[in-house]
């Protein structure tokens, strides 16, 4: 009995064990699953803040587009000119030249509506929206040469007079004011440099941008023929306010035929929208306001076409003739496009002067260039008297054809 009875309690006991064995296993299970969920749920959070900045930037973006789009979807403002305020309202030229009352944005400040300045007006009723700041047109902004050209008075030949005059009428006068004043007189407007194609004008102009610190504003005269009206004198007053902020300055106006030619009575609207123009370079120049330390520097092959307005005195001052070179001059011009090309001995410069009469100063040049290459192409170090030669025979030939029609048995 008393066997059976201590059976008993060992069982109790191994069950008690047990039961204990199976509660730390449970709990221990229980501790590592608490620390995967509790790693699970950190990652969790740490997912939704991410999620939540992301949102946040995405509606921001959103919200950026949406703007964008109802920008896009906003009628253009008309952009026109202040004539003058009147009261609460103002007087306005529109773009395409018409002329309202209209009333101003009550925020806009009083001080910047200033007559002449430039306005964005609503599409609809033309109140003034805006003040715009005032900006070149980018004919006219790219017109500044900011690099100098490489070309000095030294790279000239056969120009020496006509170098002296174009020094005298826009160096001086910019390098020493002072002298003018002293003597009671007014420098020099400008000078026309009228001559045939290829006897330096762009040449002559380039040199005084190199050799004077003042601001040199190029512009091709067909460049300031417009198709609408009051465009062209619009980039013609832009061209002149620009030289006369930056003053000193200089203006040149290659091939200004194009829009100085003489004023008929019997004309196009075409030709009378570059009388315009004209009209405004002529008060530019010298009107009741001309401005003061610009030089105007004009070149043209065409001196018969121009008007007489645009020739007196207080205008161009000085007319400069540039003819073909004569024989010394053709030597001079020679010696400056041979200094560092290699010569044979037997070259005469001044046989070569002789035998090219009626050769501009870009043929003489080209006469060199074809030579060099005729030397280059055979291999030789230097540029004997056959290719002088050939090159010559060349460049007449190349005077004396006539102009034919390429495209005449095209289509047969």
Known sequence: MGTEVDRNVNFKKDVHNNDNIDKIHSLEELKKNYAILSEKSQQLLTDKLFLENECSRLKKRVNRMEEEISNLHTPPFVVGHLQDTINDNAVVRSSNGTVFLVSINKHLEAKKLLPGARVALNQDNLSIIEVLDD????????????????IQFTDIGGLDEQI??????????????EAFDKFGIESPKGILLAGPPGTGKTLLAKAVASSTNATFLGIVGSELAQKYIGE?????????????????????????????SKRLDSTTSGDREVQRTLMQLLAEMDGFE??????????????????????????FDRI???PLPDKDARKSILKVHTRDTPLSKN??????????????????????????????????????????????????KKKNEKPSNNNENLYR
Not at 239 to 254: E, N, V, Y
């Open 135 to 150: 900006s070149w047109d980018p004919l006219v902004s790219s017109a500044e040469i900011i690099d100098s050209p490489e």
């Open 164 to 177: 002296k005059q174009i020094r005298q009428a826009i160096e001086l006068p910019i390098e020493n004011p």
């Open 232 to 260: 062209g004198g619009r980039l013609v007053r832009e061209l002149f306010d620009l030289a006369s902020k930056k003053a000193p300055s200089i203006i040149f106006i290659d091939e200004i035929d194009s829009i100085g």
């Open 290 to 315: 001309s401005v003061k330390n610009v030089k105007v520097i004009a070149a043209t092959n065409r001196p018969e076409l121009l008007d007489a307005a645009l020739l007196r005195s207080g205008r």
């Open 320 to 322: 400069v003739s540039l």
């Open 347 to 396: 070259i005469d410069l001044n046989l070569i002067s002789i035998k090219t009469e009626g050769f501009s100063g870009a043929e003489l040049k080209s006469l060199i260039v074809e030579a060099a290459m005729s030397a280059i192409s055979e291999n030789r170090n230097k540029v004997n008297k056959m290719d002088i030669v050939k090159s010559i025979e060349i460049i007449v």
